[in-house]
């Protein structure tokens, strides 16, 4: 026994001095960039509760079983875990950054390496979605044994020990959190989370998430997946305080457009991201689902509900309120009972699926003629008389169905002057008639405005009489179908928080590149006064486009203009202006053609590159023939310059081969209808066919 001390303590000397050494030539040559482990937030609702359960049950004949076969797990006692196992290393490590960006972070100098061993400690109402996400960080980060514990009993010792839950979830997160020198949650807003990673004075790795309700737990997890730092062929997690919390209540997507609606893959797609991403609404309005608007009366087929409820309960794993906006302007008697008793009956038919969150949408209907007489005779005519019977409408679900259902969120409604900080009668009805518990949706000043202010929005938060939610009409592209809007999120005003209860941004027909735009409004909406546009649409990149994040960039930069942001392609633009600057003037002609041919072929290989590094291959069939033509226009433009150099050069062989290349490549690209990176290629190489090749090249080139 003795000699066999001896042999383990002279390994743990080398090994620690391996370790030192390791460092200091690490240290020696700069700080490695940390990368953060790509963790797909959706798992958590792939798992059935059940499952759970099962763990939780088996969790201390598991730990009594590894304990007499190993020797090496036993009962903590304050102070002991440290000296009972061998202690996780401990080295500096830098910290990923966190997105969105956390409220407060503060870094520390204890991280230390993840062992093949954790502890994982639980509460009885601990978030199960929260505890699925911290078990998935864990095996991928290679962690091969997770052994649960519960907060009823000591946990078992181990090198690092994790507790997922707050005081309400487990009481046991209160001291680990104490034992790190770190405040708890309470006093934080709702979803608030408190993350602490470190050691306390007993040298015990703990790791502790702790949500002041279980949304904030669940977030404080989607913070946790992003802190592993793959190094040196180990995993390590970085020291750190957190102190976070959302400054906008509701944060989120509505599926407003028109067009074809997601399908349920899609809508599932959009839930995990948005989990991952800490934004916790969907609105349900699709404006082509005929069960929602044509013919909003009418019960959905069995195998549709079936459906919607598959969504519903993934929102519910996921953290994400799902509101079912219900739209029956196009056909609804205001006055009519058995109207206003269909409305009520058809969302009860939602409710006993999950959903607790209603809407009732009243935009894109005329209030200037009425779908019964009854209504004309009881309200009269224009827009006072149309505020005043949608009001009627809406108090009466509020009171027959709403209040009706205790656990049911407040109604919300989209009116028919839906935009604009004016008033107006029908304003002034819905003002002085509606239901104040009522939520109002508004668009800001314009349908797609620019740009809204805080006052702005206090304006419609006035002009109403009611609290504001925006729909804002970005990155929607229904109005614009053959333009993808991939840019980031901007000109919205980070005082508007103080007027509005949230945001849903309208994303385009196309779900997964939407997530470009959403990931960017997402950390806007968390931490408006530390969003930098620039910054989280770089890492909206790197999460969505894995690998292949450069080639991702190119091409979303190629589709980045849009109202927000009339800006296009300002790469591609820079070394346009450069080469013609220099070609027109004769000086460094050569260096400049290099440079722009070198970026039109990165566009050239966009759609290879693409195709071999991202695994999102609903990413790559939306966006594919906007790729395809991005690839064609890198071509093209590769052309175009060796047509201008060899002009330039006199070699007119080489000027006629380029010159009916680009014809054979513009009469391709007129064949589509797809837009990208508008009013900058196109200029460029008609400019390139044209000069004093136009005469042979005219025939070929379509007008």
């Not at 042999?7 to 960039?33: D, E, H, I, N, Q």
């Not at 639980?122 to 980060?141: H, P």
């Not at 003002?431 to 668009?443: A, I, K």
Request: glycine letters at 10%; one cysteine or more; aromatic letters at 8%.
């Amino acid at each position: 026994m003795v000699a066999l001390a001896a042999a383990v303590t002279l390994s743990a000397g080398l090994l620690l001095g391996a370790v030192v050494l390791l460092y200091r030539w690490g240290a020696a040559r700069g700080p490695l960039a940390a990368l953060a482990v790509p963790i797909a937030a959706g798992s958590a609702a792939t798992a059935g509760a059940l499952a759970f359960g099962l763990r939780r049950l088996s969790s201390v004949g598991l730990t009594v079983a590894l304990a007499l076969l190993g020797g090496t797990l036993g009962p903590a006692t304050a102070g002991s875990a440290a000296a009972s196992v061998t202690p996780a290393t401990v080295i500096p490590v830098t910290a990923p950054a966190v997105w969105p960006t956390p409220q407060q972070h503060n870094t520390r100098t204890d991280g230390f390496a993840l062992s093949s061993t954790v502890v994982l400690v639980t509460g009885a109402t601990t978030d199960f979605s929260a505890v699925r996400v911290v078990e998935k960080v864990l095996t991928s980060a290679g962690v091969t044994r997770v052994v649960t514990a519960t907060d009823q009993q000591p946990p078992p010792a181990a090198p690092v020990i994790v507790w997922v839950g707050g005081p309400s979830e487990i009481k046991a997160s209160g001291g680990a959190l104490n034992a790190l020198g770190i405040a708890g949650p309470a006093g934080l807003a709702a979803e608030g989370y408190v993350l602490g990673i470190g050691r306390g004075a007993d040298g015990q790795a703990r790791v502790v998430l702790a949500g002041v309700d279980t949304t904030g737990t669940f977030y404080a997890a989607q913070t946790f997946r992003q802190l592993v730092v793959p190094r040196r062929g180990h995993t390590w997690l970085p020291g750190v305080s957190i102190r976070d919390w959302p400054t906008m209540p509701l944060r989120g997507v509505i599926e407003g457009f028109y067009g074809p609606p997601w399908s349920s893959a899609d809508r599932l797609s959009q839930l995990d991201f948005l989990a991952s991403t800490k934004q916790n609404v969907y609105v349900y309005s699709p404006k082509d689902d005929p069960y929602l608007r044509a013919q909003w009366r009418q019960p959905y087929p069995p195998d549709q509900l079936a459906a919607i409820r598959q969504v519903v309960d993934r929102a519910d794993l996921d953290h994400v309120q799902l509101t079912y906006a219900l739209s029956p302007g196009l056909s609804v008697c205001y006055s009519s009972d058995s109207d206003e008793q269909a409305l009520v009956d058809k969302l009860k038919s939602i409710w006993d699926i999950g959903v607790r969150s209603f809407a009732i949408p009243l935009d894109d209907i005329s209030y200037t003629r009425w779908n019964c007489g009854t209504d004309v005779a009881r309200f009269g005519t224009g827009g006072a008389a149309a505020g005043q019977a949608q009001a009627s409408l809406l108090n009466r679900v509020q009171n027959d169905f709403i209040e009706t259902h205790a656990t049911a969120h407040r109604l919300e409604m989209v009116p028919t002057e839906f935009s604009g900080v004016g008033d107006s009668p029908y304003k002034a009805a819905l003002r002085g008639h509606l239901d104040p518990r009522v939520t109002v949706e508004w668009t800001g000043g314009g349908i797609v405005p620019a740009t809204i202010t805080a006052d702005q929005a206090g304006q419609a938060r006035q002009v109403f009489g009611h609290d504001i939610l925006v729909w804002d009409n970005y990155p929607v592209n229904d109005y614009a179908p053959q333009r993808l809007f991939l840019g980031p999120y901007t000109g919205r005003d980070p005082r508007i928080t103080d007027n509005v209860v949230g945001v849903t941004v309208n994303p385009m027909i196309e779900s997964e590149p939407s997530k470009i735009a959403e990931f960017t409004s997402g950390a806007f909406l968390w931490n408006p006064t530390s969003y930098e546009a620039p910054a989280a649409w770089l890492a909206g990149l790197h999460q969505l486009g894995g690998s292949a994040w450069q080639a991702l960039r190119v091409f979303a930069e190629s589709n980045s203009s849009c109202v927000l942001n009339l800006a296009e392609s300002p790469t591609l633009t820079s070394l346009i202006s450069a080469f013609w600057t220099s070609y027109e003037s004769g000086t460094n002609v050569g260096g400049a053609a290099a440079a722009l041919s070198s970026y039109f072929g990165d566009m050239a290989a966009v759609p290879e590159r693409l195709k071999a590094g991202m695994d999102d291959t609903a990413f790559l069939a939306e966006a594919g023939p906007w790729i395809d033509r991005l690839g064609l226009y890198g071509r093209a433009g590769q052309v175009a310059v060796a047509l201008l150099v060899a002009q330039r050069a006199g070699d007119l062989m080489s000027v006629r081969r380029n010159g009916l290349a680009l014809a054979s490549l513009r009469n391709r690209l007129a064949a589509t209808s797809q837009v990208v990176a508008p009013g900058i290629i196109d200029p460029f190489i008609a400019r390139a066919a044209g000069g004093s090749v136009r005469g042979a090249l005219d025939p070929l080139v379509p007008a």
